[in-house]
């Protein structure tokens, strides 16, 4: 985690810790990174984390659905703005790229980096030409997921998941949906449900560091619990990985995707793009 050391500790200084506090990995974490967090707070175990990044990749499916879901940067300096793309099979989730863009509030920037990740899918495998992108967008704030879809409309193959109740495009998220992914996600973990590409394979710019941020936030995300403020109140829990300056909006919008896609194929997919409306996944991407 050297690339997160605070502005206020040398990396110097964090190497010769670690060393003489290597049988301590929580006081590393707790007091040289700042981590206020417990292991046992954890959401998801080391050794299921491993086996997502160790297994191997289930094979292509020609014009396979391909998944992109964004959380956009709406919480300050602590936030990234970042996406991850994915394909589905059969109840399993292969993770294909994704990207990071850190300390850029350019709507203009983020629109033409998602853009040029989709020119890239399709130049990354043949299968893939011809593959409809659905793209999902967190909308808690405002109008991101709008903006997005004006932007990109003009994309071939090219559909923005649209919630049938209200019409509106974008995902539209609870506390309650938040613990929803997280216990979804850790069941896919639990029952290997869920690989990656090797880096060198990721559609990404820099895949080697995608997945250390991935193997970082999906270790840190945990419980946070909050003491109520007097003796009526009630203690708070949230679920983050914005701790000790971490960020965890790579972790989140693979949440995201993994809940929504899987609540798509059980009830129907609909969705506001170029072409008519597409209301199931083909059956090559059926979770059902």
């Not at 602590?78 to 993770?95: E, H, I, M, P």
């Amino acid at each position: 985690m050297l690339h997160l050391v605070p502005e206020w500790q040398s990396s110097t200084r964090h190497t010769r810790l670690k060393t003489i506090m290597q049988d301590r990995p929580d006081l590393i974490q707790s007091e040289l990174a700042g981590l206020a967090f417990d292991a046992q707070q954890s959401i998801f175990r080391p050794g299921d984390i491993e086996t997502m990044f160790s297994q191997s990749a289930y094979p292509n499916v020609v014009s396979e659905d391909i998944f992109i879901v964004i959380d956009p940067a709406a919480g300050g300096p602590q936030s990234d703005y970042a996406f991850v793309s994915f394909t589905r099979l059969r109840g399993s989730v292969r993770v294909i790229g994704a990207e990071v863009l850190s300390g850029c509030k350019e709507p203009e920037k983020q629109f033409d980096l998602v853009a040029d990740h989709i020119r890239r899918i399709r130049r990354a495998s043949s299968d893939w030409v011809s593959s409809r992108v659905i793209i999902y967008v967190e909308r808690n704030l405002g109008h991101e997921a709008e903006h997005h879809r004006h932007a990109l409309k003009d994309l071939a193959g090219v559909y923005f998941r649209e919630d049938p109740k209200n019409g509106r495009v974008g995902l539209l998220t609870t506390n309650e949906i938040k613990h929803g992914m997280a216990t979804l996600l850790n069941i896919m973990l639990r029952e290997e449900r869920l690989c990656i590409l090797p880096s060198v394979k990721l559609v990404c710019r820099d895949g080697p560091d995608f997945v250390l941020r991935l193997r970082e936030q999906l270790g840190v995300y945990s419980y946070q619990f909050k003491d109520a403020s007097d003796t009526f109140g009630k203690q708070r829990v949230a679920l983050t990985g914005k701790v000790g300056g971490m960020k965890d909006d790579i972790v989140i919008a693979l949440q995201l995707g993994i809940f929504f896609t899987d609540w798509d194929a059980k009830y129907g997919l609909y969705v506001n793009g170029s072409g008519s409306d597409l209301h199931t996944f083909n059956h090559a991407n059926s979770t059902l």
